[in-house]
């Protein structure tokens, strides 16, 4: 297995446990970011030390939409990322826990900062965008996703009557249940946020 480089606050790195390194074989080359992005200068920090036997190779990156700061990749900002990691030889993975709501804030579509940006393999979140629970994988790439059904089996990510947790992204994805959702949430988020801040001072 090889390594994936991913930005030090990364919910892979900060609240997965172990679970990367014990299930995927894989290494978290970290890396600290200012807001939770990577970029291509930051990501060549880590990426680098391809046939070096001691070193775990770097094979992905792994960024998340939104981060786990609050900040949003632009469509522009992936697109370069995913031009920069594929001339290197590695893949673009997206952790969309969050995505619904980065189209929202953005006010494009999904594809233009996941399939139309370069993006390999995304994670599509559901429980973050008001389903119970279900999260799905989709390969972009289909050639970076070789052996993935089996890896999915392997990991018991099979779940018995898998129907009824699909069921819940067809009522979420058929019409724009998922962007109103999303838009929802931004904007409780923006008054919670503006309730919280201190008031300003008075002259």
């Known amino acids: 297995m090889g390594a994936v480089v991913c930005a030090s606050t990364a919910h892979i ?13 894989i290494k978290l080359l ?4 200012a807001d939770g992005k990577l970029t291509p200068e ?6 680098w030390g391809w046939g070096d036997e001691h070193r775990a190779q ?9 981060t786990e700061l609050g900040t949003c990749y632009t469509p522009d900002e992936v697109r370069a990322i995913a031009e920069h990691v594929h001339a290197k030889g590695m893949k673009l993975h997206m952790d969309g826990a969050r995505l619904a709501n980065a189209a929202a804030h953005l ?28 999260e799905v994988v989709v390969a972009l790439n ?17 779940a018995s009557k898998m129907r009824f947790m699909s069921a819940q992204f ?10 109103r959702s999303a838009a929802h949430a931004n904007a409780m988020a923006a008054r919670l946020r503006a309730a919280s801040s201190p008031f300003p001072a008075s002259n």
Not at 42 to 47: G, H, M, T, V, Y
Request: charged residues 20%; proline residues 6%.
């Open 170 to 179: 067809i009522a979420l994805l058929e019409g724009d249940l998922w962007l």
């Open 30 to 33: 970290q890396v600290p970011t």
């Open 107 to 134: 006010d494009v579509p999904l594809r233009a900062f996941t399939r139309d940006a370069g993006v390999d393999i995304l994670s599509f979140g559901g429980t973050k965008n008001g389903l119970l629970f279900g």
């Open 42 to 47: 930051l990501i060549d920090k880590e990426a």
């Open 13 to 25: 790195n900060m609240d997965e446990n172990g679970a990367p390194e014990r299930i995927g074989g």
């Open 58 to 66: 770097p094979l992905a990156v792994s960024i998340t939409q939104t």
């Open 142 to 158: 289909p050639a970076a996703a070789q052996g993935l059904i089996y890896l999915r089996k392997m990991n018991m990510q099979l």
